[in-house]
């Protein structure tokens, strides 16, 4: 019985490529030397295998002519009857000598049976397809098996030496099954043999070699690759900042060339309502003025008529004065009272004229204030339209 922990650092799955084909070989290895231990207890007998496929080659569909009818090992969980199972035909003695059938170890499953056999390439170690999918077809050992029927076909359950109900386990474990077979039903021929076994560790270890220097290689491959895409998504990056940058700034020219054009407009629509609100005192103040100017005329007239009166005065009293002389002094008292009525008109159209010249100069002293309240208007009106935010434009030339 081969010790399983020897494959143990073999069998992480989560090492890349490289590293398994390094590790599998590695193993291999280690199995070839352990055959070889097994060969010299057992007076030289000899461990004949053929190895994996090549890389290069694909796996063969999986089929039971690859199994023979074999005793049965327990203790590796197989769950033949009568004391025989299946196993791979690479691993009988004839296999040794020559005679495979044309049958490799491992072989590719379809893929409807990958996920039973927990593989994610479909393919897999034949004895593990030979225990699961195949039974003996008699109790004659280097018998072909045949297939299993449909009822028959599942995994074989129980417990197995690796612990944990029996599934299709992990391909070292059956790798090791494999090879420890190989070993038991090949001892029965110690000369030459031990020669080609030798041979066959000589390939092993050159196969190990050549697996150390493609993952050398392909790490190098990796590290450069991951380099190259570090470097190719820094530029894309950058380049990408600065399409972002351009594109930012674009639409800030944009925004600011909107609100520019907003703020004009406000600030015209504004500058016409204030405009308008400084008009309405523009146009009383030029009806007070008018007014003043009515007024002022309206004194004229007033002065006139006083001067008219005082003239008729002057000339009443002389003609008082001339019948006063005759001592006509019925005459005298008339053209007297007439002198003292045209005094007083006079008297009163220079009251009015004064009354009408304060009340033009009232209304042109009110000037002033139309002019206040007309920039005033204009200018709240203007703040008014202004929305928030939008600096006021200069208080426009009024009417």
């Known amino acids: 019985q081969v010790p399983f922990w020897h494959c143990g650092p073999c069998l992480d799955r989560n090492a890349g490529n490289a590293a398994v084909l390094m590790a599998v070989a590695t193993c291999r290895a280690q199995l070839t030397l352990l055959a070889l231990a097994f060969l010299a207890k057992a007076e030289g007998s000899t461990l004949l295998h053929r190895g994996r496929r090549s890389a290069a080659k694909d796996a063969a569909a999986c089929t039971c002519d690859c199994c023979v009818v074999q005793k049965d090992a327990p203790q590796f ?29 491992t072989c590719q499953v379809p893929e409807d049976g990958m996920q039973a056999f927990d593989s994610r390439t479909g393919e897999i170690d034949i004895s593990r397809y030979c225990m699961a999918s195949c039974q003996p077809g008699s109790l004659s050992l280097n018998m072909l ?21 029996w599934r299709a386990q992990p391909i070292a474990a059956h790798a090791v099954h ?12 110690n000369g030459a043999m031990l020669a080609l076994a030798k041979g066959q560790m000589e390939r092993a270890r050159s196969q190990a070699q050549a697996a150390g220097e493609a993952a050398r290689l392909a790490k190098g491959s990796y590290d450069r690759i991951l380099a190259s895409t570090k470097a190719m998504s820094e530029a894309a990056a950058q380049a990408t900042a600065v ?55 309206r004194a004229e007239q007033f002065v006139t008529a006083a001067t008219e009166r ?25 053209w007297t009272v007439k002198a003292h009525q045209f005094l007083d008109e006079a008297k009163g159209y220079k009251e009015k004229e004064k009354g009408a010249r304060e009340q033009a100069k009232a209304i042109r002293d009110s000037r002033a204030w139309y002019e206040y309240a007309e920039k005033a208007a204009a200018l709240n009106t203007l703040y008014l339209n202004l929305p928030p935010g939008v600096y006021p434009p200069p208080l426009p030339i009024l009417p």
């Open 77 to 105: 969980g197989s769950t033949g009857h009568d004391g025989v199972t299946c196993s791979p035909r690479t691993s009988t003695a004839s296999a040794a000598l020559g005679d495979d059938g044309g049958c490799s170890s």
């Open 145 to 165: 098996c045949v297939s299993r029927s449909s009822g028959d076909a599942a995994m074989p359950r129980g417990d197995g030496q690796f612990g944990g109900p």
């Open 178 to 189: 494999a090879k420890t077979a190989k070993a038991q039903n090949a001892m029965g021929n």
């Open 243 to 297: 399409e972002l940058w351009k594109a930012a700034g674009a639409q800030s020219a944009e925004a600011a060339e909107i609100r520019r054009k907003f703020e004009n407009q406000v600030r015209s629509k504004a500058t016409m309502q204030a405009i308008k609100a400084a008009l309405v005192y523009k146009k009383a103040l030029a009806r007070d003025m008018l007014i003043a100017k009515q007024w002022a005329a």
């Open 310 to 334: 005082d003239d008729k005065a002057a000339v009443a009293t002389s003609r008082a004065e001339n019948y006063k002389i005759r001592k006509d002094w019925t005459r005298e008292r008339q």
